[in-house]
């Protein structure tokens, strides 16, 4: 089972940028689905984007064109390059995967789809 650990979380102005990461071990992450997850204080967990097993991405329409998925499979590490942050994208960010190519619309892959969880890293975006 592959152990995920996110980090890069933190506090910032709007319109401004961060980077999470999230290292993996004890699994392969090109072999997995992949995705970032949020959840703001008193509302569901939601996708944000994934990075399928194939080198194919997708981003839910609130974050897209502002933030960008990555994969660097040296490093085994997964990344989530986040610009122009807007103060509604104040959240807990998760990484997750499932050993599997990612199947179905990104939209429909909820929390139990994903095995696999990090422990979070906090974003605030506030001025």
């Known amino acids: 089972q592959v152990q995920l650990v996110e980090s890069g979380g933190g506090s910032v102005q709007p319109g401004g940028s961060l980077r999470l990461s999230c290292a993996a071990s004890?699994?392969?992450?090109?072999?997995?689905?992949m995705t970032w997850f949020r959840q703001a204080p008193g509302k569901e967990r939601v996708v944000v984007a994934l990075f399928n097993t194939a080198p194919y991405t997708a981003y839910a329409e609130s974050v897209k064109g502002r933030f960008t998925i990555s994969r660097d499979d040296v490093a085994n590490t997964l990344y989530l390059q986040m610009n122009d942050l807007k103060p509604e994208d104040t959240a807990m960010y998760y990484c997750a995967a499932r050993p599997s190519v990612c199947a179905g619309v990104m939209q429909d892959l909820g929390v139990s789809y994903f095995s696999n969880w990090g422990q979070g890293t906090q974003v605030t975006v506030s001025s």
């Open positions: 004890g699994g392969i992450i090109s072999r997995y689905c």
